[in-house]
């Protein structure tokens, strides 16, 4: 009698060429040191139940987006297009009348150069994705990484704090004021006769306080935790997305001087203005990241559709606790009510320029880079802040880049698109999820 060892082994090998081949074999193998071929209809009942190997069905292949070219987005009343290689076409999730009024806005300021990028945390998908540039040929600034992260950095080092601190939005540090425009070790010196102001860390962060973030880092974290929780909102890799986005840049120095200004914001670290929006979003979607997408659909060169996206989001990790989302939102809640960005979204009276209600959390950021030709704004956040069930939500970056000479920050241009999406050409049933 042969091995019975192998004739499973011969019955296994067969099985998996008739799989590929696409055949049918049906394998019954009889335990106890006995192997039979496949048994007649007339085997008895208390034989093993065969094994049906039969060819598996096609798996679907991820589409190419070759040659995908988002600067050159069609525009038509009721979708947006782009055009792909081989003459294929992609339907996007951007909303025309959003994309129209951002570059609308980005023109009407005269930004020499700029970006917005508008997202809905929900689903990941890109509903405005806008480059303007005053000068010169257009690009995709949207996925370029030379920007300084400037005070967006905040947002990584505030979670940072709750995560490995345990400490939250009413935290209290004094300081001695200063630390605007730059940093010395002597902003980092504990002093209780210099130490007169002091504020919450939702306060600080609202009004950007370097040297509060500074001080708290340098006091509670680590290198290493600073470094991981960057890593965690996507820092040091490329965003996973349908064209290249280049990774942001994160350096942080071991301790001292350095590393409490890196904390703060100052130089080390960049950002894309695709990264910045998806870090709201994250933040927004309670510390969920979700794949960024932009494509809807693939249209052959015949307009018969040659791929479909998911309806459900890819859920790709969790960067921070819910319970930490929720803290930094808070704390991002203050840029608007308070902070930096009060006169941007509030008229000299105190009077909100957007819906009554709407609660808006953001960060804004501001750097010149050392030779002093670029002025760098940032924008990032998201609205509303806590979303009642059903009530649609954005998340929303905005960089604009000046020369010596400015005309508008960027947290001006955020809230021109907020108020377009709230109240005019991108009202939420226009934007509606697929």
């Not at 023109?107 to 917005?116: L, N």
Request: glycine share 8%; with cysteine.
């Amino acid at each position: 009698m042969a091995d019975p060892y192998v004739m499973r082994r011969w019955f296994v090998g067969l099985g998996a060429f008739a799989l590929v081949v696409g055949s049918v074999a049906t394998l019954r193998v009889l335990g106890a040191g006995r192997a039979h071929a496949a048994a007649s209809p007339s085997a008895s009942d208390d034989a093993p139940a065969a094994v049906t190997l039969v060819q598996a069905p096609p798996v679907a292949l991820a589409p190419s987006f070759a040659g995908l070219d988002l600067v050159h987005i069609g525009l038509a009343d009721d979708a947006a297009t782009a055009p792909l290689d081989g003459k294929r076409t992609a339907k996007l999730s951007v909303d025309p009348a959003l994309e129209k009024t951002a570059l609308a806005i980005l023109k009407q300021h005269h930004v020499p150069e700029g970006a917005i990028v508008v997202m809905d945390p929900a689903t990941g998908e890109v509903l405005v994705y806008a480059s303007h540039v005053e000068s010169g040929p257009k690009r995709d600034l949207a996925a370029v990484a030379r920007a300084p992260s400037a005070s967006l950095f905040k947002i990584v080092t505030a979670s940072a704090l709750v995560d490995h601190a345990g400490l939250n939005a009413e935290t209290r540090e004094c300081y001695a004021g200063g630390g605007e425009q730059r940093l010395t070790s002597g902003d980092l010196l504990v002093d209780p006769l210099r130490d007169k102001y002091c504020v919450s860390l939702a306060t600080a962060m609202g009004k950007s306080t370097n040297a509060v973030f500074a001080r708290l880092a340098q006091r509670h974290l680590k290198a290493a935790e600073l470094n991981d929780e960057a890593r965690a909102y996507g820092y040091g890799e490329p965003v996973p997305f349908e064209v290249p986005i280049a990774a942001s840049d994160v350096k942080i120095p071991d301790d001292g001087l350095p590393f409490a200004r890196t904390a703060a914001g100052f130089w080390n670290s960049t950002l894309t203005p695709l990264q910045a929006a998806w870090i709201s979003a994250t933040v927004a979607h309670g510390g969920e990241v979700l794949k960024p997408t932009i494509v809807r659909e693939i249209l052959a060169p015949d307009g018969t559709s040659m791929w479909t996206a998911p309806k459900s989001p890819t859920v790709l990790r969790r960067a921070v606790p819910s319970a930490t989302a929720a803290a930094v939102t808070t704390m991002m809640e203050h840029t608007v009510s308070e902070g930096t960005s009060f006169r941007a979204f509030h008229d000299p009276k105190g009077t909100a320029f957007l819906p009554a209600g709407l609660v808006v959390a953001g960060k804004t950021g501001t750097l010149n880079d050392p030779d002093g030709q670029h002025y760098y704004t940032w924008f990032t956040g998201f609205a509303p802040s806590h979303p009642k069930p059903g009530e649609k939500q954005v998340a929303i970056s905005v960089l604009v880049v000046n020369g010596p000479k400015w005309h508008v920050k960027a947290n001006v241009v955020a809230r021109e698109m907020l108020r377009a999406y709230f109240q005019g050409a991108g009202k939420p049933d226009t934007v509606a999820a697929k």
